[in-house]
């Protein structure tokens, strides 16, 4: 596997690449350790980077092994996870550490046997498994397909079973040559940095000699397109009751596939002929000191659903008057597992109070 650059291969040439371009991420530390390689692995599926530098540190302080985190509850690993989204991760590390705590005690060194773990898919079992153990295979993130996919100009879908055959078949050479962790993390971070979906940097690529669709003239067609998943719009109510020391009325969400577990200033569905108001006083159905007030609306997104929140603004004549139905917390300094949601919603109440109070 020779280029342009005489006797250097592709592999070579790429991690001189990485070498010199490698962002200072703070799970990138020599010894890999199997735990935080799995911990950022998970953080950073269908999250920016730049998000994730701001918990993992904070994360992996508060649970640095599996059997601390084991230890702990599931509302403290959420809370832990708060401003991530996508929940469903910090539950499934959960239990994988339970898990491995009752088994083992210490993470499986291959891919297969990664795979098995709960929440550990093919893409995070390589990732570990290359990272932390040096096996030989290929990590297919979309950063790599999307580099992969340019330099051999593939007709066909990389999404499917053919297509992801074809892409690791030039895969393998690149890290059974190795190192295989530095190759799968410098081909992810070429993808990341300069072989971008739009406006890649191909004067800058360690790849450009090779790659077929920069010599077509047309790196942005590869890969194809992924067919979108048809957008839901959801309108819900929330009902904000906030007290003189500025505490919020939360519940848990104990429903739903997208917010279970968490901890939200209560909320429900906008239903057909109902008014905010009315929704908003059934959920929170306490004596008010005056009318019910709308606030500005709040757009929400959680995977394919782009959600208009309404909300409603009750002034409760006392604290007991909810406190059945949930509980108060101060949102600067009661730690509960919660959505980025509420951060709007606490926004837009704080700026409504300004406002009234000019």
């Known amino acids: 596997m020779v280029g342009d650059d005489g006797d250097m291969t592709l592999a070579k040439r790429l991690l001189a690449w990485y070498r010199g371009n490698a962002r200072p991420l703070p799970w990138r530390s020599e010894p890999r350790d199997p735990y935080r390689v799995l911990v950022s692995e998970l953080m950073l599926q269908q999250t920016q980077v730049d998000r994730v530098v701001d918990r993992f540190e904070a994360f992996v302080a508060a649970y640095p092994d599996l059997a601390t985190l084991a230890g702990a509850t599931e509302d403290e690993v959420l809370a832990a996870w708060s401003g991530l989204g996508y929940y469903r991760r910090a539950r499934m590390l959960h239990r994988l550490a339970r898990e491995v705590r009752a088994g083992s005690g210490t993470l499986p060194g291959s891919a297969a046997a990664l795979a098995e773990l709960p929440g550990v898919g093919p893409y995070t079992a390589a990732a570990v498994a290359s990272l932390a153990f040096a096996e030989a295979v290929p990590v297919l993130d979309g950063n790599v397909v999307r580099v992969a996919s340019r330099v051999l100009a593939t007709a066909g879908d990389p999404r499917t079973a053919a297509g992801r055959e074809v892409l690791l078949r030039w895969l393998r050479p690149l890290v059974e040559e190795g190192p295989p962790g530095l190759v799968n993390e410098a081909l992810m971070e070429l993808g990341a940095t300069v072989c971008r979906p739009t406006s890649p940097h191909c004067a800058r690529c360690p790849l450009a000699p090779d ?148």
């Open 211 to 358: 790659c077929r669709a920069r010599a077509e003239g047309r790196p942005e067609r590869f890969p194809p397109p992924r067919r979108r998943r048809a957008e839901l719009a959801v309108t819900w109510v929330a009902a904000c009751c906030v007290d003189a020391a500025g505490r919020w009325l939360v519940r848990q969400v104990t429903e739903g596939p997208i917010l279970c577990g968490l901890w939200l200033p209560p909320i429900a569905a906008l239903e057909p002929g109902a008014s905010p108001e009315e929704v908003a006083r059934r959920l929170v159905p306490g004596r008010l000191r005056a009318p019910p007030q709308p606030l500005a609306a709040v757009r929400h997104s959680i995977t394919h659903r782009r959600i208009t929140v309404q909300p409603i603004r009750l002034a409760l004549s006392t604290r007991r008057a909810a406190s059945v139905a949930g509980r108060w917390v101060d949102p600067a300094s009661d730690p509960v597992p919660t959505s980025s949601l509420f951060s709007k919603l606490i926004h837009v109440n704080e700026l409504s109070s300004s406002d009234a109070g000019e």
